[in-house]
């Protein structure tokens, strides 16, 4: 029963993003879905790639760790939670892209990896918003004093800035969070004169705000697997 479960969900989530995109204004390659596979199997990810789903999105670097040996399919990994410092080396050969820089430590440590391993990596910063104090990231004031970081490592490829609105938060406020980071990703593209092409913000409950505030990639979780009947895996 997985499969059919999981490719009528994939149509719903499809139709919403195309709905948002078209709402927005934007064209539907302007956002890519990142299916967030953190509370299912590697079995139930790789059906999820067979359907057609390329880019997938772990939280823990051990789980990341254990789903990409396992999912035998072309995917493109992404790190959307908090990465230790001592799980770099693990985990750079294996994702695209790293949503979750929350300091300048962690930063300074994935360039210099980046340097010994002679190949880039691609990260975005995470920047802390909501209000929320569970919550990680980079103050926005900070974003200013990391731009001689960044230019100091020449393999430290920042492609943009990721952000969450706050738990349960209605339109108008989540909207505001969107916009803002936004604004702040185009203040510091103009402070190191470059693009940043990125922006990951949005999940199940607020995408379709994200796109019509200018996201470029969504993470989406429960509204892909919703009716399986799954338990977290860790």
């Known amino acids: ?3 059919p479960v999981l490719r009528r969900n994939l149509e719903v989530v499809a139709a919403a993003l195309a709905d948002a995109c078209a709402r927005a204004g934007r064209s539907r390659a302007s956002v890519r879905l990142v299916a967030v596979t953190k509370y299912v199997s590697a079995e139930v990810a790789q059906q999820l790639v067979e359907l057609g789903v390329t880019d997938l999105g772990e939280s823990r670097p051990q789980e990341l ?11 493109r990994w992404h790190l959307v939670g908090h990465l230790q410092r001592n799980k770099i080396d693990r985990t750079l050969p294996l994702v695209d892209l790293v949503h979750s820089v929350d300091s300048e430590r962690l930063l300074t440590a994935l360039a210099a990896a980046a340097a010994a391993r002679g190949q880039p990596v691609r990260v975005l910063l995470e920047v802390h918003l909501s209000g929320e104090t569970a919550k990680q990231g980079f103050e926005a004031t900070e974003l200013p004093n990391l731009v001689e970081t960044i230019q100091r490592w020449p393999g430290l ?3 943009g800035l990721m952000t969450m609105a706050a738990l349960g ?8 969070t969107f916009a803002r980071l936004r604004g702040l990703r185009d203040e510091l593209a103009a402070r190191l004169g470059q693009p940043l092409p990125e922006l990951s913000m949005g999940m199940t409950q607020d995408f379709a705000w994200a796109i019509g505030e200018g996201a470029t990639l969504v993470r989406i979780g429960s509204a892909l697997f919703e009716g399986l009947g799954v338990e977290p895996t860790a």
């Open 1 to 3: 029963m997985t499969v």
């Open 65 to 75: 760790w254990r789903k990409a040996a396992a999912v035998t399919a072309p995917v």
């Open 157 to 159: 490829h920042v492609q």
């Open 169 to 176: 938060a209605d339109e108008p406020t989540a909207r505001r």
